[in-house]
């Protein structure tokens, strides 16, 4: 395997859920060694999400955890012993960055704040990712990614006009955070080897989710128009929908972006005579009968698959795409050959896919080698060989219950 661009790198990873671990995951895929630290008494929230083995509940059985976690070691650590002390102080002193996401306050609680870890390591890098930041009079906000979608506007946008505004299917913002807190590392990175100094980052999720919503923000400003439910609709393009198909359960996404385009489009659907119609020459038009439009257009859909309309679509130069399912992406010849989907092997849940970096390097190429760990995976291995406790103090911190060993129930701690 060639040489990766993060090799050498030390990573000690206190953040759980989605955005702070996305972090950590970058950095491990790309050659960083990556200790991720958790606790049987509070494991990260995402060890309880579905989907599950079997679809039963276990805190080393859930693939949305090990999706997260590619590459990392992992160890079982209560923090809130005395005794963890030492262990933290031992990985702070290691360790090239460190980073966390939970509540403002919390790591100061636990002794690990930047400051006091930068008087243990003053070249540490310390990421901070939270809700609404670390300061201000929002910092104290508990929450996820879900509120934060509707903190920032985009429930209020999404749904269908006549509907209540409606919950984003996934946490949006914990898919957009974490990748400005990995240019900010690196960034962090190439000062410290000039200067020899460490830096503290801190992100708000809320600030790094408002960016994908700049043109609606934008408008409002300029314009005073507040973005609103528009369900599959678009204010510059018509048609712009998703369109039922012959084949079972089957869906087609078009969208129609100017007026050659529509005449394409007609073309492509052989020109009945409900294309010449005066209420559909121009967007303008088209917009203002888009109901009666988008019934035309699904009538000819449903006389054709899916796959066979993009292929169309897409040679009269249209924007058109099938609307895929999880076994249709993982069976996709173009991800198959780009090798984007990478089989791993877990100790419990046994082989299934986990996803490559949506980036090559020419060079220092990505490796994706280990599945997410289960919890304490790494212990013997970390404690002893990189941290250098002997048998008998490994002994004692288990004894005393500061390496922890058994699950309680499983549930979600914020």
């Not at 996401?101 to 243990?120: D, Q, R, V």
Request: with cysteine; hydrophobic share 35%; aromatic share 8%.
């Amino acid at each position: 395997m060639p040489k990766q661009i993060l090799d050498g790198l030390k990573v000690v990873d206190f953040s759980w859920a989605a955005a702070g671990p996305q972090v950590s995951r970058e950095l491990a895929e790309h050659g960083a060694t990556v200790i991720r630290v958790e606790s049987h008494d509070k494991p990260c929230p995402l060890r309880t999400f579905a989907p599950h083995k079997d679809s039963k509940p276990g805190i080393d059985r859930s693939a949305f955890y090990t999706a997260y976690n590619t590459n990392k070691l992992n160890i079982s650590l209560n923090l809130t012993h005395p005794k963890a002390k030492e262990v933290t102080r031992r990985l702070i002193e290691w360790a090239d960055v460190t980073g966390e996401s939970m509540t403002p306050g919390t790591m100061a609680k636990l002794g690990l704040s930047y400051e006091e870890c930068k008087e243990i390591n003053p070249g540490i890098i310390y990421f901070s990712t939270t809700q609404q930041g670390n300061y201000g009079p929002n910092s104290g906000f508990q929450g996820v990614g879900h509120h934060v979608n509707a903190l920032g506007g985009f429930c209020r946008c999404t749904g269908w006009p006549q509907s209540e505004p409606t919950m984003i299917f996934t946490a949006y913002s914990d898919y957009i955070a974490p990748w400005y807190v990995v240019i900010a590392i690196i960034g962090a990175l190439l000062r410290r080897r000039k200067t020899g100094k460490g830096m503290y980052i801190e992100q708000a999720q809320l600030e790094a989710g408002l960016t994908f919503a700049a043109p609606h923000i934008l408008d409002s400003t300029v314009n005073k128009r507040n973005a609103v439910r528009r369900g599959n609709r678009d204010s510059q393009m018509s048609p712009h929908a998703i369109y039922p198909c012959s084949n079972a359960d089957r869906w087609i996404a078009i969208a129609v972006t100017n007026e050659d385009q529509w005449e394409s489009f007609c073309d492509v659907i052989g020109n009945p005579d409900w294309t010449k119609d005066e209420k559909f020459s121009t967007l303008n038009n088209r917009k203002n009968n888009e109901d009666e439009l988008d019934q035309l257009v699904g009538e000819w859909t449903k006389e054709h698959s899916a796959e066979q309309i993009m292929e169309m679509m897409q040679q009269a130069g249209i924007s058109a795409g099938v609307v895929k399912t999880s076994e249709d992406l993982l069976n996709d010849p173009q991800m198959k050959h780009r090798e984007h989907f990478r089989k791993l092997e877990h100790p419990e849940i046994g082989v299934h896919s986990y996803h490559a970096p949506a980036y090559k390097f020419s060079e220092t190429p990505c490796d994706i080698h280990r599945a997410g760990p289960t919890l304490g995976q790494d212990n013997e291995y970390v404690y002893q060989e990189i941290l250098g406790f002997s048998d008998d103090e490994i002994a004692d911190m288990l004894a005393e219950g500061v390496i922890t060993t058994e699950a309680g129930p499983l549930s979600a701690s914020w």
